[in-house]
């Protein structure tokens, strides 16, 4: 099947103890019309989803994936997903895409038609965009004030800080004025100096030595990529740590990254107009990991 790679999925509930599920998956061509104009993730961005990596034909980080998908459904209040349904869409879509290079998939879960009677899901796959050039070149970052303080997840709940939600409308706002301010990047803070993320990739930072990232308190996704980081880094004897980190400890950090599922790991090369250190052995050394987790 060439490229990009459309299913709708009927979503059954989590408890059906179906296992084959190839009769509630519909490939369609990309280009067909598919969803409904009362649809509430185009209406509303109703809706949540998870970016997943496909290199020489493996889905990377399938689990962490399918289980931050779960979180997120609970904290919208969607529909458990039955996990065992992902897994084969998943499967079935990978059996029939290129194994060449690297895609992009994409898996959603929206709240469905206003008033109907179940949520739609789609999967869609293309190819991913070329990122050689920033994975070895790293970009430049500004902080951007995300508008909360520090334990707003708590607070406010219903800010679905934690999810994944269809509602990237602000996200790609900060990257505009990340570029209108002369970066490609963005780090969010919040209104009382601390590190979150970034509009589509975790924080780490290297400082003393120890690799560091922000707690996922509530606020911030829990990065599939940064746990992969963690793990290699953890097994080559290094130190990490998930912890609150002031916007003073990211400028005296000794490095830092941008990573995230499709475009992997970019150092920060300059923040807010300063030049910044980078280790771009250690990032090549981090991609090489991430890309090989196929193996
Ligand atoms: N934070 C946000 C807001 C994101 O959108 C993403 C990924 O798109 C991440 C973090 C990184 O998550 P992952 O490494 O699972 O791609």
Not at 131 to 155: C, I
Not at 158 to 185: C, F, I, P, Q
Request: glycine share 8%; net charge negative; proline share 7%.
């Amino acid at each position: 099947m060439p490229l990009p790679f459309t299913l709708l999925i009927d979503p059954v509930p989590a408890e059906s103890a179906q296992i084959d599920f190839a009769d509630t998956f519909h490939e369609i061509e990309s280009a067909a019309p598919a969803l409904r104009v009362a649809e509430l993730s185009t209406q509303r961005g109703d809706g949540i989803f998870e970016t997943l990596a496909v290199v020489g034909g493996h889905p990377q980080e399938l689990e962490p994936h399918i289980s931050r998908l779960a979180n997120s459904a609970e904290i919208c209040e969607l529909p458990v997903p039955n996990a065992a349904q992902w897994r084969a869409a998943i499967a079935y879509a990978v059996a029939r895409v290129p194994h060449d290079g690297e895609l992009a998939l994409k898996i959603v879960l929206s709240r469905g038609v206003e008033h109907g009677p179940a949520p739609t899901a789609w999967l869609h796959a293309t190819r991913a965009p070329d990122h050689k050039a920033v994975r070895q070149n790293g970009v430049r970052v500004v902080t951007l004030d995300r508008g909360y303080p520090r334990g707003v997840a708590e607070r406010a709940p219903w800010l679905l800080m934690g999810a994944k939600t269809l509602s990237y409308a602000v996200n790609m706002a900060a990257l505009r004025e990340a570029r209108r301010r002369g970066a490609d990047d963005t780090i969010f803070l919040t209104t009382d100096g601390f590190v979150m993320e970034g509009p589509t990739s975790s924080v780490i930072i290297r400082a003393g030595g120890v690799f560091i990232t922000p707690a996922p308190s509530g606020a911030i996704l829990h990065g599939t990529t940064q746990q992969s980081v963690f793990e290699f880094l953890e097994a080559e004897g290094e130190r990490t740590e998930y912890r609150d980190v002031t916007v003073d400890e990211l400028r005296r950090a000794d490095a830092a990254w941008l990573v995230s599922s499709v475009r992997l790991a970019v150092s920060v090369t300059e923040l807010d107009g300063q030049p910044f250190p980078t280790d771009q052995p250690l990032t090549r050394a981090l991609n090489a990991h991430l890309l090989g987790r196929a193996a």
